[in-house]
């Protein structure tokens, strides 16, 4: 059986070629689709784990704080962290060794943060006791636990960074391997490394920490708030002074983890947009196999007939007919996941990379998944389509398998006759209502297809390709000071490096921004609100550049104010935090957005900027500068050589982010094209499958139709006219369908509905204007048969 | 010589399969009078049938001249030939070939609509009449016998009164009694509305009643 269907296979090169290719086409862009999707997690993931794993960490703590911390994290309930670890530095000893050279004192979950293995014994449960390093025990093979240790190592005094060189002896308890740390290290409890200390007299060390997990895996703010407020408890000494050194000098968050958290949602959003993308083209592929099955039935349905009245019984049909589909399906889907998987080699990083801007490097996962995926949904599809034929020649005698086609239950004496006077029209909806579950799978497909171009087209049209405007558009670096330490004299820009930066050489514009004395007025709520805002002071004409950026209107004569938010309020609080000054802002702006616009200003996305007119009108004194956006032919490293007032200063190139959007806007352009190449190839391949298996299954038909003196004009103009209805159906249907998913889209990205009604034309003109021209070309083609060729559908 | 309704000169008709050519048609050269009743008889592969499809304009052909009625069809594109086989040319297959999404009724008239022609409904009940097809006008093909196909396919073919009616064994697909009734019928309702017949069959039976029998061999005519 299987020479048979090879045979047929090859002796029908033209369709088995052409089915492939369709296969191949449509597979390669599923295929190419779920492997990004799959691989945007699978990189947030790894990325997410692949640097240090606390969440935060506070340094600077004495052993009692230590085992005040830890006793209040065990007290805690369910609030207490999932992971934490606290540290001891003890000190170093001499590398010769071992390949560890380091002892801590450690209690918590030492085998999370330090990934270690517990090799034999057990880990410190009493004082001097130790776990070594398993390359010790390797120059020391006669180490066993329970025997004691001496090492001899060197601590330093932190108060005048002397060294001591101490000698102490331990019971080995454990050996442990694969510890993270270079240079590796021995390990005792926390207790016996604080004695120490205080056995050599020695203060005690500045990196002691308690490192913190949250809750592993995820980021919970909540969680992670309570826990920051159990150590500054237990730290803090209630003095602003020493709350403020807690906040800024020993709770150190992990920014980097921290950020891409709230990256997250972005990467799930992404994965999940480009995951229903890769299902709507699934459900496309799935259609076109089913068709190109259909269609090869269509055109071998007289060759079964055949077969089975010469003898073939109905198992060798199936099985001739299973084997056949089976070998043409899985040809074009092993071609087309390879190709699928070349293609994302060459493009989908620069893809992954372009939709989401963060450090996680992306790359594209090979996983066996993503290829049994593939290979079965289209199995499946094919198999379905081969179903139905099967089932009906099992029920049908040999002879009689040539009219499967045959209309039997929806035309009956009751149907309505149609007039002469649109003969042709009728005869078109006459020819739709002849196999109602034909044409209705003829509509669910133009509808998936006019969905899939509706949705890309409107996103394509929306969301545009014009250049981000930033600063870097109007201007070259910005020289910056901390603003966080506004309170420091000596940290504001003063008029006079105002002046001397203007009066540099090469220098062309200077914009500025002010801040405000003391934090005081440096604090903004929303109403009923406890968000912080952050309140810049603009220079008018950063204003005008500001405005000119994102199209508004400005009056620098006029009080004026823009909120630079998620959430739109429409009154903000100014006040100060230590008296009780306070007025109300209404802005009369605010973007969501727009922060993105104007990253390059290093705003974060709370920000409330105002003009002089209403800081002057409401009586807010400023510091000075706290940062200069300056236009010059100079290099950062001449800017950076400047001296000014200002102690705590760094300069920015504005242009070195502006490559990488740029670089970014190509990552869109391309994947917008991609996806719209795809989306146009595949919903076309579809269309036009389905117009030829009409075409084939009514040629005999037509042939008569000829005969009887319909002209091919005439011809094309049924096809037209059952393709138009179809087409409308589908027009009807997918219309309000694309807009629920284009508005869920919109929403995503903008935060407001953006539909483009010329985008939505266009696409309906486009694929009804190519379905009749598909429909003409097929009628065209059927012009080299003679007519009794079609007759006889030779 | 009168010109009869059809002629045909020297007409050649090549079959090419690949490397291979078959001289289906050597030379014809066959005129068929206005009102004639003509059968053309011979072997299995004689080249009847495409003769029968030449004269119908269903296929083309290679060299001479196929005339009706002062149209050469040489002359003709897809719109001129399709005007000529719905208003002047009618034809019976063997297979029926009615359309199946056609009641009897529309599958009658369908030559007269495609063609842009007013329907003579008097005309057509008369020729469903005739044809014992009254009460099936509704019905679809697929709820009708074979004879009864075979009538609605001959009312079709008389629907648009043409000028010829060109039937392929008509009665191959039907057993011996309904034969004799569609033959009768067929004959009647041609020279009932005096149209030239030109049939293709087996059967001696039904030559017997032609005024002309052509009898063709390896595409010649003897």
């Known amino acids: ?794 | 010589m009168i010109m009869g309704i059809i002629s045909l000169k020297n007409v050649n008709k090549y079959y090419k399969t690949g490397d291979n050519s078959f001289h289906a048609l050597k030379d014809i050269n066959l005129e068929i009078e206005e009102g004639e009743f003509v059968v053309i008889l011979g072997k299995s592969g004689s080249g009847k049938s495409t003769l029968l499809n030449v004269i119908g304009g269903l296929d083309g052909y290679d060299s001479g001249d196929v005339i009706m009625e002062g149209f050469n069809y040489q002359n003709a594109d897809d719109t001129l030939m399709s005007d000529l086989r719905c208003r002047k040319i009618g034809f019976v297959f063997q297979a029926y070939n009615l359309i199946p999404v056609l009641n009897v009724y529309e599958n009658i008239t369908f030559p007269v609509n495609i063609g842009g022609g007013n329907v003579d409904k008097k005309y057509i009940a008369n020729v469903i009449k005739e044809l014992g097809l009254e009460g099936k006008e509704k019905s679809f093909p697929n709820q009708l016998s074979g004879g009864q196909q075979q009538r609605v396919a001959i009312a079709r073919a008389l629907a648009n009164k043409p000028k010829i009616v060109l039937a392929d064994e008509p009665t191959g697909n039907l057993d011996t009694a309904i034969s004799s009734d569609v033959i009768e019928l067929l004959t009647h309702g041609v020279k009932e509305y005096g149209h030239t017949l030109v049939m293709i069959t087996h059967d001696p039976d039904i030559a017997q009643f032609a005024d002309r029998i052509v009898t063709i061999e390896d595409g010649k005519i003897v």
């Open chain 1, 1 to 794: 059986m299987f020479k048979i269907v090879y045979r047929y296979i090859l002796r029908n090169k033209k369709y088995s070629i052409s089915a492939i290719i369709g296969i191949v086409v449509s597979t390669m862009l599923m295929f190419s689709m779920i492997q990004i999707s799959a691989s945007y997690i699978i990189s947030y993931r790894s990325f997410i784990s692949s640097g240090a794993p606390q969440d935060f960490y506070v340094v600077d703590l004495s052993y009692d704080e230590l085992t005040a911390i830890n006793e209040k994290f065990s007290n805690m309930g369910k609030d207490k962290p999932d992971r934490y670890l606290s540290t001891i530095y003890v000190g170093d000893m001499d590398y010769d060794l071992s390949k560890a050279s380091v002892i801590m004192g450690y209690e918590g979950d030492l085998d999370y943060f330090k990934k270690t293995s517990l090799i034999s014994g057990e880990y410190p449960s009493a004082e001097n006791e130790m776990c070594v390093e398993e390359s010790y025990t390797i120059s020391n093979p006669e180490l066993k636990i329970g025997d004691e240790l001496t090492l001899v190592f060197t601590m330093t005094d932190q108060t005048d960074e002397k060294q001591l060189k101490v000698s102490r002896t331990f019971k080995v308890c454990g050996i442990i391997k694969d510890t993270m740390d270079t240079g590796n290290f021995f390990f005792t409890d926390l207790k016996t490394a604080a004695d120490i200390y205080s056995e050599n007299g020695l203060p005690c060390s500045k990196s002691n920490s308690i490192t913190v997990e949250a809750e592993e895996g995820n980021l919970n703010e909540d969680k992670q708030v309570i826990a920051v407020n159990a150590i500054s408890d237990i730290v803090v000494d209630g003095t602003p002074e020493d709350r403020r050194y807690f906040n800024y000098e020993q709770l150190i968050r992990n920014e980097e983890k921290t950020a891409n958290y709230a990256e997250e949602g972005s990467f799930r959003a992404v994965s999940v947009g480009i995951f229903l993308l890769s299902l709507i083209i699934a459900v496309c592929l799935t259609i076109f196999v089913y068709n190109t099955i259909t269609l090869s039935f269509a055109r071998k349905i007289s060759v079964f007939g055949t077969m089975r009245c010469i003898g073939l019984n109905n198992r060798q049909l199936i099985r001739f007919i299973l084997s056949e589909q089976f070998l043409i399906v899985s040809a074009g889907t092993i071609i087309g996941m390879a190709s699928g998987a070349l293609l994302n080699l060459a493009v989908a990083e620069k893809i992954m990379s372009a939709l989401i801007n963060t450090a996680a490097s992306m790359k594209v996962e090979q996983k066996v998944s993503t290829y049994l995926i593939t290979y079965l949904l289209t199995l499946v599809s094919a198999f379905i389509a081969c179903l139905k034929l099967i089932l009906k020649i099992r029920k049908t005698n040999p002879v009689n398998i040539r009219t499967f086609n045959a209309t039997k239950k929806m035309l009956t004496e009751k149907t309505k006759m149609f007039s002469s006077k649109n003969y042709l029209f009728g005869l078109a909806l006459r020819n739709l209502r002849r196999n109602f579950a034909k044409s209705a799978i003829q509509t669910v497909t133009l509808t998936v297809s006019f969905l899939l171009c509706l949705v890309i087209s409107n996103v394509f049209a929306v969301v545009g390709f014009n250049s981000v405007k930033t600063a870097a558009d109007f201007s070259d670096y910005s020289i910056q000071t901390n603003i966080t330490d506004l309170k420091s004299e000596n940290n504001c820009f003063t008029e006079a490096d105002l002046e001397q930066l203007c009066s540099t050489d090469k220098v062309e514009k200077v914009y500025t921004e002010k801040c405000f004395v003391d934090y005081t007025w440096d604090k903004a709520k929303q109403q009923d609100e406890d968000d912080n805002l952050q309140v810049m002071l603009y220079d008018d004409e950063l204003w005008m550049q500001f405005s000119k950026i994102n199209g508004i209107t400005y009056d620098g004569s006029k009080p004026f104010s823009v909120l630079i938010s998620e959430k739109e309020f429409k009154e903000v609080e100014i006040y100060s935090r230590d008296t009780d000054n306070k007025f109300s802002v209404k802005p009369d702006h605010w973007f969501a957005a727009a922060s993105q616009l104007n990253y390059a200003l290093y705003h974060n996305s709370n920000t409330l900027i105002i003009n002089e007119k209403l800081a002057e009108s409401n009586n807010m004194e400023n510091k000075g500068y706290c940062a200069f956006l300056v236009k010059t032919d100079r290099s950062m490293t001449e800017l950076s050589a400047m001296t000014f007032s200002a102690s705590d200063v760094y300069v920015t190139d504005l242009h070195d982010g502006r490559a990488e959007s740029e670089s970014q806007l190509i990552g869109m352009i391309i994947i917008s094209g991609y996806i719209v190449i795809a989306t146009i190839v595949l919903s076309f391949m579809i269309i036009s499958n389905t117009i030829k298996e009409n075409m084939t299954s009514r040629r005999s038909e037509y042939g008569v139709m000829r005969a009887m003196g319909l002209k091919l004009k005439d011809l094309w103009t049924v096809a037209c006219y059952e393709n138009l209805v179809l087409s409308l159906i589908a027009v009807l249907i997918s219309i309000p369908l694309s807009l629920i998913v284009n508005v869920y889209i919109s929403f995503v990205l903008f935060d407001k509905i953006k539909i483009s009604i010329l985008a939505y034309l266009l696409v309906n003109l486009i694929f009804i204007g190519a379905i009749e021209l598909f429909a003409y070309f097929n009628i065209k083609g059927s012009t080299k048969d003679s007519i009794v060729e079609m007759i006889y559908e030779r």
